[in-house]
């Protein structure tokens, strides 16, 4: 496996390295927001005291550029953030902040998403098990040997896949809307569905829209009580960056392929009940996609397992990053207080 050392890079300059300059300013690091929590109060505050520095980093492994960010104290208990769809470690921006006073906190951007490259003559093949040995061999390049994971949307499937490959890496689980149960795949699927079962080009392109703009944008207000929460450099960057030439294709190829993680997922329960890993499912209830049934599953399978809902949909930590981010450390403190992190 190729490897090479991680490179710094301030967010600006990356963006016009790759030829979004566009975007720079829409998408620069802000520090820490407290957002309002009414629609009366629309305003945003912003806390600039004792805010940790979160750093943009590229290392090669498994043949790919992987862009990804990171903070916290190199020598803390690692948490492995997993983006899904359509997003990257974008989404991440303010919670990672919230978390790095104690924990180091590391978020990949998968292949086909956000600013990580694969090469032309890489004739990467985009499935979710692709995918999950791409972030295995990052996983193995930083050296990290036991960590949470955080896992949401794609994140799940692609985390999971390391779990019941590496159970004795995986020291807790947190899912916010990620899920691993049938029962949790709610009617917006349909559509995909229909592509899984009949593969034909017109279901194929019926499904061009859910990568344009208003497509990203519905998954990201779809359920907001108050949209003017939600940060609208979210989704345009995130449609820019599914738009780059050729990627489209490979977004419909993971649609399709998305079939082969429902097949898995009872290995994943398998793995839940033989592991009993300690989890946290964190649920925007108003997901059109991924349904409360999915979090509520993982207790029988886990009888442990806490679940929290938030009203909110699919993009949980764009409207309660707060909430969200107290109960990860709460979680994660007990796990160190009990010598199990």
Do not use: C
Request: proline share 6%; net charge neutral; aromatic share 12%.
């Amino acid at each position: 496996m190729k490897t090479s050392r991680s490179t710094d890079l301030s967010r600006k300059e990356f963006l016009y390295r790759t030829g979004l300059g566009a975007l720079a300013v829409l998408a620069a690091s802000r520090p820490v927001f407290a957002h309002a929590t009414s629609s009366a109060d629309r305003t945003t505050t912003m806390n600039t005291a004792n805010v940790p520095t979160t750093r943009l980093k590229i290392v090669e492994a498994d043949g790919i550029k992987i862009f990804y960010r990171e903070a916290g104290p190199a020598d803390g208990s690692v948490l492995l953030l997993l983006h899904g769809y359509p997003t990257s470690s974008h989404m991440f921006r303010h919670l990672m902040p919230r978390l790095a006073s104690t924990f180091r906190v590391i978020a990949p951007d998968l292949p086909g998403f956000g600013f990580t490259e694969v090469p032309v003559g890489r004739k990467y093949h985009y499935t979710f098990d692709n995918l999950a040995v791409t972030i295995d061999a990052f996983v193995q390049t930083l050296n990290l040997t036991r960590y949470a994971l955080y896992v949401f949307d794609y994140g799940a499937p692609t985390g999971f896949r390391l779990a019941v490959s590496h159970p004795e890496r995986v020291v807790a689980i947190i899912s916010q809307n990620g899920n691993a149960y049938v029962d949790g795949l709610g009617d917006a699927w349909d559509p995909i569905k229909k592509y899984w079962k009949d593969p034909t080009l017109a279901n194929r392109e019926a499904l061009r829209g859910f990568i344009g703009l208003e497509g990203t944008k519905f998954q990201y207000l779809h359920g907001v009580a108050d949209p003017v929460l939600v940060e609208p450099e979210s989704y345009w960057l995130d449609t820019a960056l599914l738009q780059r030439p050729g990627n489209t294709e490979n977004q419909l190829d993971l649609f399709l392929d998305y079939a082969n993680n429902v097949k898995l997922y009872p290995t994943f329960q398998e793995y839940f009940r033989k592991y009993q890993p300690p989890l946290l499912a964190t649920w925007g209830k108003n997901d059109p996609f991924f349904i409360p049934a999915g979090a509520e599953a993982y207790r029988r399978d886990i009888p442990s397992a806490k679940v929290v809902f938030y009203d909110t949909g699919h993009f949980a930590l764009e409207t309660h990053v707060e909430e969200i981010s107290d109960q990860i450390r709460s979680f994660l403190t007990g796990l160190v207080e009990r010598g199990k992190f």
